[in-house]
Nanobody
């Protein structure tokens, strides 16, 4: 099970920190990714962190603004989102992938998903 928290409404230029807490599986054997989706569009990869070496990947639209981190003791992955813009609005999902080594921002390889949480960036 994956449970997201930390979403909400924020003004442009503001920050939010999302959390994804895992339970019921071996967190340390899975890469964790964040994706977002808006109505009518495909799920977009935002960021992921590898289970193997904690290496990270970011989507082009969030590089330099978002930071992903992993706390193995708490079975939690965080997504720090800074300089938020209206185009960052969407439902954010975290997922767990058993793909070995590097993580990838490709939804079909993810085995578990959270229920999603709304992030709205608006003035």
């Amino acid at each position: 099970q994956l449970v997201e928290s930390g979403g909400g409404l924020v003004q442009p230029g503001g920050s939010l920190r999302l959390s994804c807490v895992a339970s019921g599986f071996n967190f340390n054997h899975y890469g964790i990714g964040w994706f977002r989706q808006v109505p009518g569009k495909e799920r977009e990869g935002v960021s992921c962190v590898s289970h193997f070496d904690d290496s990270t990947e970011y989507g082009d639209s969030v590089k330099g603004r978002f930071t992903i981190s992993r706390d193995r003791a708490r079975n939690t992955v965080y997504l720090q989102m800074n300089s938020l813009q209206p185009e960052d609005t969407g439902v954010y999902f975290c997922g767990a992938s058993g793909v070995q080594n590097k993580c990838v921002l490709y939804p079909p390889v993810y085995d578990y998903w959270g229920q999603g949480i709304q992030v709205t960036v608006s003035s």
